[in-house]
């Protein structure tokens, strides 16, 4: 008797077949392990002790050129020349303020509220300008965070001041953006508001992603996506690439299309807290970090001479360039002009922190940030530490402007919490 199929049959089989493939291949993705990066402890603290490094040589090196040269390109025969000592920079706000937010995070925990922040910045006793000083004397007054930054109190509060400190929630957070955003919307609001905040957490992410990427586009995006798309400094940075891409080779080019949009057109300096051509909003002097990354293509020196000569706030821009790029190549490998003079036991100006002590808190809470993004402490075979990092999308906040803020939070300290609240007679 012959076996005959009929089509149905036939049909059926097929499902069958499929159905079977399909099944497994979803078994097997199931059992496979979630995308994750790995770093060593030793390359993990070779890079952070690169980061620090490369932010006090960038502040060091453009400290002299600061506000000098505002609506203009610093001439190439007035850039000043590097010298080794120039990297020990211990009184900088650039540096000291950040570790105020470290030294919030060591003693409190990462569950540190943002009140708790805004009492320890309160507290701080060292010179501040701008946003930082704003929020300051509002936490001092009893306006509690997030509405010490809010654009009602804070007129500064699109200025670049968390943008220039923000260093440290990439560094203690490696390939974490969730992580550095969540920082910025804890330590950036307690004197900024928008894209100050945004600035921040641009720079963070850059920081983050430095740990595992060498390419400075990548790198520049990885920051991108940290930040609402359709805020006005995302928007800056988009230019500012899309004006290299066209422009490969001439950095001045893309600065003539920047001091264009964003210093000469009011609708880019809505909130700006200076009038002329000086500018310390955060888009602008967050275009010349990139300027310096973009066109610097990896070279230390040139790095941070664009980016300081760019102008406008032209210590602080090199410092952050200098920061991301620095990481990328990790202390061992920094030329010896870098590292020479490096003074590891003097203290940074009112912190409790040398060099040395600054690398171990680092060392502290970014592995505690890997656990708590659900990463793990394995052993390599020669039994050193080695993290694991889940890869994750970055999921940044809504959008927020300064010119157009949403409504405050009414938020006050209460008057157990002023009394924790200490500052020198006279001042606010």
Avoid at 262 to 275: D, I, L, T, V
Wanted: hydrophobic share 35%.
């Amino acid at each position: 008797m012959a076996l005959r199929t009929s089509g149905t049959g036939i049909l059926w089989g097929v499902v069958l077949v499929v159905g079977a493939a399909g099944i497994w291949a979803g078994l097997e993705a199931m059992s496979a392990e979630p995308a994750v990066r790995r770093i060593s402890l030793e390359e993990y603290r070779d890079k952070m002790e690169a980061a620090w490094i490369g932010q006090m040589a960038g502040v060091g090196w453009g400290g002299p050129t600061e506000f000098r040269y505002v609506g203009r390109i610093i001439p190439e025969n007035e850039m000043p020349a590097w010298k080794p000592e120039m990297v020990n920079q211990f009184h900088q706000d650039d540096l000291y303020v950040e570790m105020t937010f470290l030294r919030s995070l060591e003693e409190h925990g990462w569950d540190v509220s943002i009140r708790q922040a805004g009492i320890d910045f309160a507290n701080s006793q060292y010179p501040l300008w701008h946003a930082n000083r704003a929020g300051r004397d509002n936490l001092r007054s009893g306006i509690a965070p997030p509405d010490s930054g809010h654009p009602h109190f804070n007129k500064h509060a699109d200025d670049i001041d968390y943008q220039i400190e923000a260093d440290f929630s990439g560094i203690i957070a490696p390939g974490m953006p969730n992580t550095v955003i969540a920082l910025g919307n804890k330590f950036g609001r307690l004197m900024n508001y928008g894209d100050g905040v945004y600035g921040g957490q641009f720079v963070g992410g850059m920081y983050a992603e430095a740990f595992f990427e060498n390419d400075p586009l990548k790198i520049v995006e990885a920051g991108l996506r940290c930040i609402p798309a359709e805020s006005q400094y995302a928007e800056c940075i988009r230019d500012v690439i899309a004006w290299w891409k066209e422009n490969p080779n001439n950095w001045e080019a893309t600065w003539q299309k920047i001091e264009e949009k964003y210093n000469r057109n009011p609708e880019y300096r809505r909130a700006s807290c200076m009038k002329g051509q000086a500018n310390i909003d955060a888009k602008i002097n967050g275009a010349y970090i990139v300027m310096g990354l973009l066109y610097g293509k990896g070279d230390l020196d040139q790095t941070i001479i664009i980016a300081t000569r760019c102008g406008q706030d032209s210590d602080c821009n090199p410092s952050n360039a200098g920061g991301v790029l620095f990481t990328t190549v990790g202390l061992k490998r920094l030329p010896e002009r870098f590292t020479a003079k490096l003074d590891r036991q003097s203290v940074f100006s009112h912190t409790e922190y040398n060099f040395d002590r600054l690398s171990e808190v680092c060392v502290k809470l970014a592995r505690e940030a890997v656990l708590r993004a659900g990463g793990r402490v394995e052993k390599d075979e020669q039994g050193g530490e080695v993290w694991v990092i889940p890869v994750e999308e970055p999921r940044p906040g809504a959008l927020e402007q300064c010119w157009n803020p949403g409504p405050i939070a009414e938020s006050r300290f209460t008057e157990e919490e002023r009394q924790k609240i200490h500052f020198p007679p006279g001042e606010r």
